[in-house]
């Protein structure tokens, strides 16, 4: 199976991050890809963190959720869209919400981000959770590639990368491709995200895609970027540094096996 992940550059003007969307999953359906995602806040990188709020729309209604159904449906791709806000039972707060989209533009599932980042080395300082609500249900579902295999796909984003428990629960429901939409920042991406994601890869022989903003944002914001494609041993299929691109890479369920097999590591597990 094909799998695209997409890097962009998002800013404050959602209308101008749909259409650099748009263009970047167009580009992903021409390649051959029959899975695209999309990184962490695709539809919005503000000013601050309370833009959100003003952008939130409830599950299965509003235009965000409708630009990633059309774009589905249209273009013939599963869509990973990355995060947008979602309604939370505080109106002060949001999900941050990854939706999968068939190609026949349907939502078949949400996951709602479990782990909100806090940050602070004294120059630059963030926390996810003065805006975000934290989901608490690990989320999977199941797609069928044109050659007629069925992929088990498990749901993360970001700060959850650190949390390796949650991954483990996805190997033990038998995931073969984890996805990983991202806007992780430069000073931490430039030590620890390649590293995590490879080690996500190979603890749990899975396939990882991640999708990552990329580049300085209007807002001052600058985001590491390296959206990725990483197989059951930890090997980089293809990777962008930074800017606005698609990454893509095909994924084959025979290696995913052969590893699998000849070192079956999920297998001798204690704890």
């Known amino acids: 199976m094909k799998v695209a992940t997409v890097q962009m550059v998002s800013t404050a003007d959602v209308n101008a991050n749909l259409r650099q969307a748009r263009a ?30 003003a952008i939130r729309e409830p599950f299965g209604v509003g235009p965000l ?76 579902f199941s797609l069928a590639s044109r050659d ?34 991202s806007a992780f920042t430069y000073t931490t991406g430039a030590v620890h995200w390649e590293v995590l994601l490879r080690a996500r890869a190979i603890e749990n022989l899975a396939f990882v895609a991640a999708a990552a903003q990329g580049g300085t944002h209007p807002n001052g914001r600058r985001t590491w970027g390296q959206s990725v494609l990483i197989d059951p041993w930890g090997q980089v299929l293809a990777q962008r540094a930074q800017e606005p691109g698609v990454v893509c890479a095909e994924l084959d369920c025979g290696q995913l096996a052969h590893h699998r097999t000849q070192l079956p590591a999920l297998q001798h597990r204690i704890l």
């Not at 995602?37 to 959100?52: N, Q, R, T, W």
């Open 24 to 53: 970047l999953l167009e580009e992903a359906a021409e390649t051959g890809a029959e899975l695209a995602v999309l990184p962490e806040y695709f539809c919005l990188i503000g000013h601050s963190d309370a833009d959100k709020l």
């Open 65 to 140: 959720q409708t630009f990633l159904a059309e774009a589905a449906h249209t273009l013939g791709l599963w869509i990973v869209g990355g995060t947008l806000p979602l309604t939370a039972p505080q109106d002060d707060r949001v999900y941050n919400s990854s939706l999968a989209f068939n190609p026949q533009g349907q939502c078949v599932a949400r996951y709602d981000k479990i782990h909100l980042f806090r940050f602070d080395n004294g120059r630059e300082a963030y926390d996810e959770s003065r805006v975000l609500a934290a989901g608490s249900t690990p989320t999977t």
């Open 148 to 181: 007629g295999h069925l992929w088990q796909i498990g749901l993360s984003v970001c700060y959850d990368l650190r949390f390796p428990e949650l991954y483990r629960h996805y190997a033990t429901q038998g995931v073969d491709l984890i996805l990983v939409p």
